[in-house]
């Protein structure tokens, strides 16, 4: 789980204050997820299959619909455009979208359209047992597109946003999607795209669009298997529909988020998995709403990963709050400290792991005592050049040889504690000789960061890394602090 830190924490928590009165567009394919819990205790003399003796049941917009679910949780209204079938289940998505405070929906009927549900059978604790679709996939009419597109043009200057949802059911086929693109783009709003099939072509023009990992395989054409493969599928993509990003979703794995910035791979939040389903929906929602209120692609990727973290822990198709967000966020930062502190044998396994994914691991060194500002932009400096940063930090008795008797001032378990709270930090590790180079002979980092007040000559074991194609990046340092004039400071203060 990545960690918090408090300034980090206040950010998102404006951010997500801001979700309120934003308004999107949502334009996509709706079901009907319906949710049949029962006990199992036999299995039929019919046939090799349990016997579910249904005990409940309860039905959920699902597909687009989920989406809007998910807007609506987190405190936005929306404008929805969709088509069902004159139908039972089509009635039942009415219905359902007439209690969703701040939904307008502008449904198109059709009798040529069978309002697709899906139901899931549960044994009464929870596990899934069996999914049966009910669905007609029927591409929109030419009088269905114009009654839509008009739709479309009258909201369109109204919204912040656009999320295509698309479940291949037949709204956003042939061109209708460049329809709305257009539009959007016209009238400049970003587009959010939950894609599916093949035919990525019609997507041309959207900001983000966001497959998983299977869609992204199926799309391209390559295999997706380590992050490096999943990085040059969605590069691909990314150049072959126009898009300015692509967010490929990977289970249980996280997020790898492709853009004009680079890569950023996003870990899974860890939590027990209860129900997948609808996470995407609550991904795509999330995203689009942080980008409406002005959030870098980055900290949108980021935010909605810590909401499908917690859909995934709830049966059904669940929703997050903006207040279920911001505990998840809370939790991180008491609980994310102390998983980023190791020893070097527990560091190596952990480096060895991101390696694994595919990651960029960063090595930065120090005595870190009394944190200044000069501290943090090297340590943002650092991270900016890797995907984990590791910061070996010295001992006391480290210290004490380097700096005097009278250091350090803080101890090296509250030094520790600080460097972990800060976000660019992925690890710490308390090492205790003069210099880190044993450490970062252990580790082997793929890039050494240090202060541009030294030579790359000078940077202990700059030869070493990059002997092996290791990088060295000397940061730029903040004029006028240093630890040792702030404690000179405060040594002449009390003397006054």
């Known amino acids: 789980m990545t960690s918090t830190d408090s300034d980090e924490l ?3 928590a404006a951010l ?29 003399p019919e046939a090799p299959v349990p016997v579910v003796r249904i005990l409940r049941e309860s039905s959920e917009l699902g597909g687009a619909g989920n989406v809007v679910r998910n807007l609506a949780a987190l405190g936005a209204r929306c404008a929805f455009v969709t088509a069902i079938g004159d139908d039972r289940a089509g009635r039942e998505v009415t219905n359902m979208l007439a209690k969703l405070a701040g939904v307008e929906p502008y449904v198109r009927v059709s009798r040529q359209r069978e309002t697709t549900v899906k139901s899931r059978f549960f044994s009464i604790d929870g596990h899934h047992l069996l999914r049966a679709d009910r669905e007609t996939i029927t591409t929109l009419s030419p009088e269905g597109v114009a009654d839509l597109s008009r739709a479309i043009a009258a909201e369109i200057s109204e919204v912040d946003a656009v999320i295509l949802s698309d479940y291949g059911k037949g709204v956003l086929s042939g061109a209708f999607a460049q329809v709305v693109i257009t539009a959007a783009r016209n009238a400049g709003k970003p587009v959010v795209v939950d894609p599916k099939g093949t035919d990525y072509a019609r997507y041309r023009g959207a900001t983000i669009i966001t497959p998983n990992r299977a869609e992204l395989a199926e799309a391209v054409n390559l295999p997706v298997d380590t992050h490096e493969a999943i990085v040059a599928a969605a590069e691909k993509l990314r150049q072959e529909v126009g898009v300015a990003a692509v967010l490929v979703t990977r289970s249980g794995e996280g997020m790898t988020l492709l853009s004009t910035d680079g890569a950023h791979h996003l870990p899974a939040e860890t939590r027990e998995v209860a129900d997948v389903t609808g996470a995407g929906d609550t ?20 935010l909605a990963n810590v909401a499908a973290g917690i859909v995934v822990g709830r ?8 207040a279920d967000i911001v505990a998840a966020l809370r939790q991180t930062t008491i609980a994310g400290a102390d998983q980023k502190l190791a020893d070097r044998s527990q560091a190596l396994v952990r480096v060895m792991e991101w390696r694994r994914q595919g990651l960029k691991v960063g090595f930065t060194n120090g005595c870190f005592d009394l944190l ?8 943002r400096q650092a991270r900016a050049a890797c995907d984990r940063l590791v910061v070996g930090l010295n001992s006391d008795a480290s210290v004490k040889r380097l700096k005097g008797e009278d250091r350090p001032v803080q101890n090296e378990s509250a030094r520790a504690a600080v460097m972990a709270s800060l976000s660019p930090v992925d690890l710490v590790v308390i090492f205790g000789e003069d210099t880190p180079l044993a450490l970062i002979e252990a580790l082997r980092p793929d890039v050494l960061v240090k202060g541009a007040d030294y030579a790359k000559t000078q940077v202990v074991g700059a030869a070493l890394v990059e002997g092996y194609g290791g990088r060295v990046v000397l940061a730029d340092l903040v004029a006028s602090h240093s630890t040792t004039a702030t404690i000179a400071a405060m040594k002449t203060a009390q003397k006054k």
């Open 10 to 12: 206040s950010g998102f």
């Open 16 to 44: 997500l204050a801001g979700f309120a009165g934003r308004r999107m567009l949502c334009v996509g394919d709706v079901m009907v997820d319906r949710s049949i819990y029962g006990d199992v205790k036999r299995i039929s």
């Open 283 to 302: 991904v795509v929602a999330t995203l689009t709403l942080a980008l409406a209120c002005g959030a870098t692609p980055s900290s949108a990727a980021r």
């Open 315 to 322: 049966h059904g198709t669940a929703v997050a709050t903006p």
């Open 372 to 379: 200044h500002p000069g501290h943090v932009s090297l340590l």
